[in-house]
């Protein structure tokens, strides 16, 4: 979240699309409600009315994977309506700018595109610099080379009849979220909007967020008390998982994972640190090499010296042009590539889209570790349905691991919160927490490695691991304050040892450690963990709540909150004051900078101080799939057509090809269209929740939500017995018909969707059905291959 | 005086004594430990049967035994019990227990009064043995039968409650040599004179004195 | 003992179904689960059980103008004043607590069911295993102790508050004024006023298995009010009469001169 979870109380208009926050944000959505009670209005936009839409002045039914179409109409709508926040985008945006002549767009392909590799070649998606190196802009907005021109024709297509008949939403209802969310462009306004994995399990995931992102830039919504896009992320730790790097990509803190090319740190530094000639231009990445050396100097401690790039050379490297997401590991997996596994807290055979071949994939490794408070569907994969034991070679183990409960430590939150937790009971029998077995087998990984050596051994010989407590267990405090970082030698009066209290004191220079930037400052100088502070005042009444845990980046609770204010630093809406320039500093919110607001030509910078240019980016070529979203079919839906252009699907998305991942687009054989989600009463594949019976006994085998209308037309009755099958799978479950899941109209013609939850598997409890995953395809979004679990086609039988 | 023996009737014979008994025994238990159950005040008479959840067992089994005995006594005491043209006149004159009558109808074995005993015994027996099967499992029965029926129990229960005093007294210290009819089964010729005439006479005809 | 009256107040327009109550419950009052099948509803169980003394209602619903709605209720025991259960009850399980609310003791349940069929609201549920009847106590011994019941405690959404019964009222017609009376406040007004009360968003005739006009059984009131009284009135009345009646007329003689005569 660019906020947090107490500020959505602050808006004036809530959209909540591609999320079903009542019932998997149940806590957060109070303030929501607190909202509502103070006035928003609350719009809910999803192909399914659930708990959600329940709650909201308003359910808007769309068609799976059509967000583009229906955000793409809002900025048509936003532009030929003027509904725009003039200053803002002036200001703080890069609509202005001037854009390569050479960029183009045609036919729903933005240029230097090869289709062999089914990627985009960047050159093009460039601006025109001036003779220093800084953008050229247009403050009028009117130069056909400007982004906002670039904008308005992009989205020009997206008229009310072309975004209804491919989303399914009716133009009143179009005209309806349009109007209503476009109203918050006004400066004393706030619109918010709230996602989750409604919109990043798409092949278009990202750019679902972009397009949002533009209309919050548009709208002046960005960096605002009651603004911002909102990511409402799930149990505790999704949010810290990111940040210390779940992602294949990332190193701690969102740094990049070297590749194979980027042989020495100076070649490595140089790609990842960003240039900015515009001496306005805060570019706080400018700083990235602190970070990073700083990340080393965390690893391998002493061993890191800059004679020998702090070790830069002993961190593996992905190989160039490949991708190492859970779709790639499983694909090689499958194809035998892949010898051994650690499935630590998690459930993939439940979980990961097309499930068979998940599962098949399994069954080609040589040995798999799981990690868990139960046994689940992937550790008992050996036995599952239509495995043979007797001819399933991998060795699994199962080891059992600390519940959440029964472990000390930090937990962030959605809105970038940090907060420690106390231990609330000690694990049973043997079970022991997730860290705890990683020190012990880093450990055995060491004695081995210093015994017999082997590959890539200074990795793991220099590796700084000084983690545990006298008793040998993992002192989880020690990595914290790692984490945090400190000084390794004595520097300007401070001794050697001594935490870091922020990350803008981090060095290249290898005179700093620290685990992860980000967290630096979790930590005072003074060495309080101010994860642990629960102070309850509210200076600003905006419910900010500053000495409540401790919020990345440096205690900020809204990000690009200098955004907030006019460019002489006077609050667009003086109602909802997060900050304000007195003329000497920022008071209210940790300010973004310390510096003067842009009016202050010498001193001042722009507010967007994490992106080069300094400004929100309405045109944005860091994204594989296009600068500005465009709407493409998913790989499996209705049509055999785009209706926007000749590019049915996104042309940047890589297909695997396996008779596994077999797709049968616009095909009477599977004529519906089916999304699966998760339920309030299991979490995730509830690999932990289906062994709780309160919980299983509310929700206690998978099912598919059927509309009454496709239910008439199947003879299928409410309760029955279904089969529900795609072309790679088919499974079995309940059929409940609802008025909740209506037809839509696209193209001229009725479109059914159903949906499924994906929390079920074979192994617990009996006879409560299979994942949906069986049922979903193995492709992802074109930037971060998050699968596609929201769109895919399927049939329905009567059994 | 004559010798008793010889100047007594036999009456009643050990069969119908014993269902007369069950049916008093269980009527009477039910009856106590059916208030009971329903005044708290009253909770002595479970507390002497060990509990209230013992009372409503006990309540429940001496209810089954009144439904046998009931079924028994009514098809026992029927015929006699069916009422005749006399019947009316005999209730006219309140059967000479409130004012002095002279032309009462001769009875045969049972008068108006303890006729209409035996009916009101049977109509609301089967009543209360009914809801009162109903009340040991409502949830089986729809909810406004289950309700209607446990205002039926105690209606029916203060119907027969009242009855029983009257027969109590008449049967006793009302009537003096009629109680001996469901004990020993023998009452005094005299006694039978006044109260079954036209059936002692019959009686007579028939077969000698024992 | 000066009573203090709690209502606990159920706002259906902030409810997101999340069921954290109807599991909160279950824990703080030791209720096992049964294993359930999906009957084609979120609704689950299916009704109030033995062990389910709350639940989420899930009801589809389109009004007159075709606006759908879900509707979500929590029900459970709605803690009459005058509380059919109590009337019936004839060991004294149920009860009515110092907070005004209905308590049951177990211990005193015999099992005679009499609440089932009497309750209103169709709350109690009998356990042919244990021979007693359950229902939800408010959590008497929470409130006892100053702590809210366990459903409350869990609603993330403030669906479910607990406060004196003059407050809560005054509370739910604030919401209804807040709601531009687009609602209905369900509680206040019969059986002598509930300690559960609703703010519900629609007519409560559109609600599965809520009485519009809930009040203690015809059947009850009669039985209660007119037949058990009138048992022993009716019994002493009779015995008194044939007490005159042997004062005032004697004992019914046989006629001594007919002895012997025939």
């Known amino acids: 979240m660019t906020n947090h979870y107490i500020d959505l109380k602050n808006s004036d208009v809530i959209l909540i699309m591609g999320s079903n926050a009542a019932e998997h944000h149940p806590l957060a959505f109070k303030w929501i409600l607190r909202a509502k009670e103070n006035g928003a209005r609350i719009i809910h936009v999803d192909p399914r009315y659930t708990r959600t839409s329940a709650r909201c002045d308003y359910h808007v039914p769309i068609r799976s994977g059509t967000d583009i179409a229906f955000l793409g109409g809002m900025i048509n709508y936003i532009i030929n309506n003027k509904k725009y926040f003039r200053d803002y985008v002036d200001n703080y945006t890069n609509a202005s700018f001037l854009v390569s002549p050479d960029f183009s767009f045609k036919n729903g392909l933005f240029s230097g595109y090869d289709a062999e590799k089914r990627t985009y070649n960047k050159d093009t998606w460039t601006f025109q610099m001036d003779a220093n190196g800084i953008p050229l802009k247009d403050p009028s907005l009117q130069d056909p080379h400007c982004v906002f021109q670039h904008l308005k024709r992009h989205y020009a297509r997206y008229t009310l009849d072309k975004v209804s008949s491919i989303t399914g939403v009716s133009k009143e209802n179009l005209l309806k979220v349009y109007e209503e969310y476009s109203a918050t462009g006004a400066p004393d306004k706030a619109g918010t909007e709230c996602y989750a994995l409604g919109w990043t399990h798409h092949t278009s995931g990202s750019q679902n967020i972009r397009t949002m992102a533009i209309i919050q830039l548009l709208l002046g919504n960005m960096g605002i008390a009651g603004g911002g896009i909102n990511a409402l992320r799930g149990e505790p730790n999704v949010q810290g998982s990111t940040d210390h790097c779940i992602l294949y990509g990332n190193l701690p803190g969102y740094l990049k994972m070297p590749t194979a090319s980027l042989d020495t740190l100076g070649r490595y530094l140089d790609k990842y640190t960003p240039k900015s000639n515009d001496p306005q231009s805060a570019n706080y990445y400018q700083n990235y090499p602190n970070f990073f050396v700083s990340w080393l100097k965390s690893l391998y401690g002493d061993a890191a010296t800059p004679e020998n790039g702090f070790g830069y050379s002993w961190l593996p490297k992905m190989d160039d042009g490949k991708h190492y997401s859970q779709l790639h590991l499983f694909e090689r997996m499958y194809k035998g590539g892949i010898r051994g596994l650690f499935a630590v807290g998690t459930d993939p055979a439940v979980s990961s889209p097309n499930s068979n071949k998940t599962r098949k994939a399994l069954e080609k490794l040589d040995w798999l570790v799981c990690s868990n408070i139960f046994d689940n569907e992937t550790a008992s994969f050996w036995f599952g349905p239509g495995v043979n034991p007797k001819q399933v070679k991998t060795e699994v183990f199962l080891l059992p691991a600390a519940a959440t409960m029964e472990k000390e430590g930090s937990q962030s939150n959605s809105g970038r919160w940090v907060q420690w937790k106390y231990k609330a009971a000690t694990p049973p029998g043997d079970a022991i927490s997730c860290g705890d077995i990683q020190i012990r087998m880093m450990d055995a990984i060491k004695t081995l490695y210093a015994k017999e050596g082997g590959p890539n051994a200074e990795s793991i010989l220099n590796l700084k691991w000084d983690y545990k407590d006298p008793q040998g267990n993992m002192d989880v405090l020690k990595v914290a304050r790692q984490i945090n970082g400190h000084w390794e030698a004595d520097v300007e009066g401070v001794e050697k040892g001594g935490l870091v209290p922020t990350f803008g004191m981090l060095k290249s220079d290898g005179t700093t450690s620290c685990g992860n930037w980000i967290m630096s400052g979790s930590f005072g100088a003074d060495g309080e963990n101010k994860m642990t502070r629960r102070g309850k005042d509210d200076p600003t009444g905006l419910g900010l709540y500053p000495n409540w845990s401790f919020a990345w980046p440096v205690n900020r609770r809204i990000i690009y909150n200098r955004a907030s204010c006019d460019i002489n630093g006077k609050p667009y809406n003086p109602k909802r004051k997060l900050l304000e320039w007195t003329g000497e500093k920022w008071v209210g919110d940790v300010p973004d900078g310390p510096w003067p607001p842009m009016a202050d030509k010498e001193k001042g910078k722009y507010p967007f101080i994490m992106k080069t240019d300094g400004v929100g980016s309405i045109f944005g070529p860091g994204m594989a799939d296009g600068p500005f979203p465009e709407h493409y079919e998913p790989l499996e839906g209705p049509l055999d057509h785009n209706p926007l252009s000749g590019q049915l699907i996104n042309p940047a998305i890589e297909i695997f090809s396996d008779e596994s991942d077999q797709v049968h687009n616009a095909s009477e054989k599977f004529p519906y269209v089916c999304t699966t989600y998760s339920c309030t009463e299991h979490w995730c594949s509830g690999a932990l929740t289906r062994w709780q019976a309160w919980l299983l006994e509310m929700q206690p085998e998978a099912y598919v939500e059927i509309g009454e209308a496709l239910a008439r037309e199947l003879d299928i009755a409410n309760g029955s017995k279904v089969r529900v099958s795609s072309a790679r799978g088919k499974t079995t479950c309940v059929a409940m018909v609802t008025r909740r899941f209506t037809p839509f109209t696209i193209e001229g013609r009725t479109v059914h969707q159903v949906g499924m939850p994906f929390n079920y598997g074979w192994l617990y409890p009996e006879d409560g059905g299979d994942s949906a995953n069986i049922l979903t395809t193995t492709v992802g979004d074109a930037n971060t291959f998050c699968p596609e679990y929201k769109a895919f086609m399927v049939n329905i039988t009567r059994l | 005086m004559s010798d008793t023996l010889q100047n007594t009737v036999r009456v009643t014979d050990p069969i119908e004594r014993i269902a007369h008994w069950l049916l008093a025994g269980s009527c009477l238990f039910c009856l106590f430990t059916g208030l009971g159950l329903m005044f708290h005040t009253w909770d002595f008479i479970p507390a002497l049967l060990g509990g209230l959840y013992a009372a409503k067992w006990m309540h429940i089994f001496s209810g089954v035994v009144f439904a046998f005995a009931l079924a028994y006594a009514f098809v026992m005491w029927k015929k006699d019990c069916a009422f005749e043209p006399d019947d009316a006149r005999w209730i006219a004159q309140g059967g000479g227990y409130l004012w002095k009558t002279d032309n009462l109808p001769p009875v045969y074995k049972y008068n108006a009064g303890q006729k209409l005993f035996f009916w009101f015994v049977v109509v609301f027996g089967v009543l209360i043995v009914l809801s009162g099967m109903i009340m040991w499992n409502p949830l089986a029965f729809p909810v406004a039968v289950a309700r209607w029926s446990y205002a039926l129990h105690a209606l029916s229960a203060l119907v027969i409650g009242s009855f029983f005093v009257v027969h109590l007294y008449l049967g006793t210290i009302g009537n003096p040599g009629t109680f001996q009819a469901m004990t020993t089964g023998r009452c005094s010729r005299a006694w039978c004179e006044t109260h079954c005439p036209r059936w002692l006479a019959d009686r007579d005809k028939g077969s000698p004195t024992t | ?262």
């Open chain 3, 1 to 262: 003992m000066k009573k203090t009256e709690y209502v606990k107040l159920i706002d259906t327009t902030k409810c997101t179904a999340c069921r954290g109550c109807q599991v909160a419950c279950k824990q703080w009052n030791e209720m096992p689960a049964l294993r359930t099948r999906n009957l084609g509803s979120y609704q689950n169980p299916p009704d109030l059980q033995w062990n389910t003394w709350t639940l989420i209602r899930f009801q589809e619903y389109a009004n007159k103008n075709g606006d759908f709605k879900w509707l979500f209720r929590k029900d459970g025991c709605m803690h009459c004043t005058d509380a059919a259960c109590i009337k019936v009850c004839p060991s004294g399980a149920l009860y009515h607590t110092e907070f005004g609310t209905v308590g049951i003791n177990q211990k005193l349940c015999i099992g005679c069911k009499a609440c089932v069929s009497a309750c209103p609201f169709d709350v109690p549920r009998f356990n042919q295993e244990t021979e007693k009847v359950y229902k939800c106590d408010l959590c008497y011994d929470r409130l006892k102790d100053g702590q809210q019941p366990a459903c409350v405690l869990s609603c993330p959404t403030g669906a479910l508050t607990i406060g004196t019964k003059e407050a809560m009222i005054e509370t739910a017609y604030q919401r209804l004024d807040q709601l531009d009376g687009k609602g209905v406040v369900y509680g206040d007004k019969f059986v002598g006023g509930t300690h559960v009360m609703y703010i519900l968003s629609e007519d409560p005739a559109v609600y599965d298995k809520l009485p519009v006009k809930p009040r203690v059984p015809a059947s009850v009131i009669l039985w209660k009010n007119l037949f058990k009284p009138f048992t022993l009135i009716g019994m002493g009345a009779v015995a008194g009469m044939a007490a005159l009646h042997y004062l005032i007329k004697g004992p019914h003689e046989v006629h001594e001169n007919k002895e012997g005569g025939e």
